[in-house]
């Protein structure tokens, strides 16, 4: 089977909390179901949770949310980084609570927004690369 990697890509940069991410294999498009317990499930979310049930391997599950590992990705970009200020407050900023925002204003503030999106972007091909390969699918760019 063969999916376009720019699909499997934004289903990576759409990975939330309130819902899972589906490669439906019959009809080649993404699915999502809604978690019960964060948000109700609607009768569409339950007949593709039957659905799903009754033929599994119709359905390959997209990386999640928590198996993308943004802080991962965030703290490879800052080792990248040549030895610096910049580097040094985007290491600072990413310890404790509150990580995600001050490193993006951080980012922000340093000039290095386009950089870092050029990262992440890279990040999350390679993401989806690895995917296909782990579900032993072709992919077209």
């Not at 063969?2 to 589906?22: D, G, H, M, W, Y």
Request: charged share 30%; hydrophobic share 35%; with cysteine.
């Amino acid at each position: 089977m063969t999916i376009p990697l720019k699909q499997v890509i934004q289903a990576i940069e759409e990975a939330n909390e309130v819902f899972t991410s589906f490669w439906d294999t019959k009809t080649g498009k993404t699915v999502y179901l809604a978690d019960p317990l964060m948000t109700d499930m609607t009768e569409e979310d339950e007949a593709l949770a039957a659905e799903m049930e009754n033929t599994p391997e119709r359905f390959l599950r997209f990386p999640t949310k928590y198996e993308i590992h943004q802080y991962r990705i965030m703290e490879a970009y800052i080792d990248q980084l040549p030895p610096g200020k910049a580097k040094e407050e985007l290491a600072y900023a990413i310890r404790g609570k509150g990580a995600f925002r001050r490193f993006k204003q951080s980012v922000r503030y340093h000039g290095l927004e386009q950089r870092w999106y050029d990262y992440l972007a890279e990040a999350y091909r390679e993401l989806a690369i690895r995917w296909c390969v782990e579900e032993d699918l072709e992919y077209t760019e």
